[in-house]
């Protein structure tokens, strides 16, 4: 098995007017939120992406597929840590964690610190190995028109070392 392995992830959702907005599991103050089969957590979404594709595991959809009722509505951190679970299991670590969320409106920014803290906290891991980051795209595009948000993610992992 090779000690390090890099993921990456990327995933899209709708934004809907008077809907709930979760982001890097809290929530935010807007007048839309993303919408989708599980809470929409675009930011948790890719990160889990990124972690199973590290792992050879395959992807969100493969493990929680959205046409399952079980996942409807679901708190992705729940998600996350279903994943972190799954890499441990395989005998892997995360050594770090580099995102970016594509947003136009609302900014983000005084939300990162937090988002940091919950996404450490659920992976059990510091919160100096998760960088979160956001931009917009200039208003091009369906993140620039507000109709959706999208997100980015690099994760390196490592093979844990018996003893």
Known sequence: MTPFRVGFGYDVHALKEDHPFILGGIPIEHTKGAFGHSDADVLIHTICDALLGAANLGDIGTHFPDTDAKYKGIDSKILLKDVVKLLTEKGFAIGNIDSTVCLQKPKIKPYIPEMKKCLADVMGIEEGRVSVKA??????????????????????????TKE
């Open 135 to 160: 931009t917009t795209t200039e208003k091009l595009g369906f993140v620039g028109r507000e109709e959706g948000v999208s997100a980015y993610a690099v994760v390196l992992i490592y093979e844990k």
